[in-house]
């Protein structure tokens, strides 16, 4: 990503993380960008993938997606192109469960918004899997995998 598109980028980012704040209030607790935009390879054909923490919802996580982009929106502009936004928005306790989604985040993510840095706590213990080896990262022909253990029973490992 060029420094100029980045810069601007940024700037979007941090208007587009004013609108999640203003709507989540305080039942927000972090918001991430991972994917492409995450490891700062975003293009002008990328979507922007969000992972949104919160409290609490009584709401199924389909059904978040579309308030979000009935209260957020569903696209974000970035100088002169327009990008989609792609949330995904689990609860507090979603989290806990594994998801191969961290990841993705152990690769790359910006963390726009984080109270009490529950998502650095969160891939902290991802991490420490890792080097447990409970899952185990690996390259081949140029694409990285990942050899989860899941008799391990690593959900246990994510508890808070």
């Known amino acids: 990503m060029s420094k100029i598109f980045s810069e601007i980028f940024n700037k979007s980012l941090e208007k587009l993380l004013e609108k999640i704040k203003n709507f989540y209030k305080e039942n927000l607790i972090a918001v991430v960008i991972f994917g492409s935009g995450g ?4 293009s002008v054909s990328s979507d922007v993938d969000l992972f949104i923490i919160i409290n609490e919802s009584k709401l199924s996580i389909r059904e978040r997606i579309t308030e979000f982009f009935e209260n957020v929106g569903d696209t974000i502009k970035i100088g002169p192109f327009i990008l989609l936004l792609s949330p995904l928005i689990f609860t507090k306790k979603e989290t806990q469960k594994f998801s ?6 152990l690769e790359g993510c910006i963390i726009l918004y984080d109270k009490r840095n529950f998502m650095k706590d969160l891939l902290e213990k991802v991490k420490i899997l890792v080097q447990q080896k409970v899952i185990e990262r690996y390259e081949h022909k140029g694409k990285v995998y990942w050899r989860i253990n899941y ?3 690593i959900d ?5």
């Open 39 to 42: 490891k700062g390879e975003i």
């Open 100 to 105: 191969p989604l961290y990841l993705d985040m």
């Open 156 to 160: 246990s490992g994510l508890s808070f």
């Open 151 to 153: 008799a391990a029973q």
